[in-house]
């Protein structure tokens, strides 16, 4: 893989793989360290990250021991974790205006770094806090590729934002608009990755859950999503499905939900052989079509 070139990956890889790592990565704060590095922090900001000769040392032979290929990237990760600090470029730039291998790495190290974070709570609370400089710098960048949505990044830092989902906010109102506008898009794997992003602000686990919905159905998300489900994709239309779903379960009283008549479409997607082989979603329609029903029983007006 590409991303091999990246040391975060290589410590991502190494964390999941063996366990014995992952105490050596806690102390040395590891991950927290890499995402002020893929920010836009300052070098002053980065010095209360640095780290003594010996912990350099363990981390450069992490380094030598992914057998990376890239070397151009490599470098670039080999100075950033290296305790010179009149050595270290402004972090780095990278993931915006660095060469094109260098941002695509960046943008994968970013995706593979969030998805470690996605499982880990106390790794969330402590390397991307919302008001940390540098997470917000980070969110900054991924936000402007997104909105973008014309470049070989766009996957990786859609994956990212969406691993990040119970990090938000529910004030933090300006990620769901550009993954909505997503939806649309002619691309099937862009469509998909985005309901899977939107899926993770809006389901159940997430403790915003009810925010979250409201916000996608103010940006219009229903309407792209009911597209989806009607004349996406195979791949596309079961993670519409479920994000659409979850929406209706969370928000059945929506006049928006009603008036573009979800629940017809959640039992017309009942019975579509991918539904009915799988469990969960079977599971997901039929609570938010109950939930649906209840509410839209009532005939409260402007619902029909």
């Not at 972090?91 to 593979?112: F, H, I, R, T």
């Not at 596309?236 to 573009?260: F, K, N, R, T």
């Not at 009915?276 to 007006?301: C, F, H, M, N, P």
Request: glycine share 2%.
């Amino acid at each position: 893989m590409k991303v091999q070139a990246v040391v975060a990956w290589a410590v991502s890889e190494l964390a999941a793989s063996y366990p014995k790592c992952q105490d050596l990565f806690a102390q040395h704060n590891i991950i927290r360290l890499l995402v002020g590095h893929l920010a836009f922090e300052t070098i002053q900001e980065h010095s209360k990250y640095a780290i003594t000769s010996h912990k350099a040392t363990s981390i450069h032979a992490v380094v030598m021991a992914s057998n990376s290929s890239t070397a151009a990237s490599n470098a670039a990760w080999l100075t950033i974790l290296d305790d010179d600090q009149s050595r270290i470029p402004h972090p780095m730039v990278l993931l915006e205006k660095g060469p094109k291998d260098v941002q695509y790495n960046s943008a994968m190290a970013l995706m593979e770094i969030t998805a470690v974070a996605e499982k880990d709570a106390d790794l969330r609370r402590s390397a991307f806090k919302p008001n940390s400089p540098a997470c917000k710098a980070v969110i900054d960048q991924l936000l402007k590729i997104i909105e973008k949505a014309d470049s070989d990044l766009l996957i990786p830092c859609i994956k990212a934002i969406g691993s990040l989902a119970r990090t938000f906010r529910a004030t933090e109102t300006r990620i769901i608009a550009p993954l909505v506008k997503l939806l649309d898009e002619r691309e099937a794997e862009v469509s998909r990755e985005a309901s899977i992003a939107l899926t993770k602000f809006a389901c159940t686990e997430n403790y915003l859950h009810l925010d979250h919905s409201k916000a996608i159905i103010q940006a219009g998300g229903e309407k792209h999503l009911i597209q989806l489900v009607y004349f996406g994709e195979q791949i596309v239309q079961l993670s519409a499905l479920y994000l659409l779903g979850y929406i209706a379960m969370h928000v059945p009283d929506s006049e928006e939900l009603a008036q573009a008549k979800v629940l017809t479409v959640l039992e017309w997607a009942s019975k579509q052989s991918f539904v009915t082989q799988d469990e969960t979603i079977e599971t997901l329609l039929e609570d938010a079509k109950s939930k649906l029903e209840l509410y839209q029983s009532r005939g409260s007006r402007g619902f029909h």
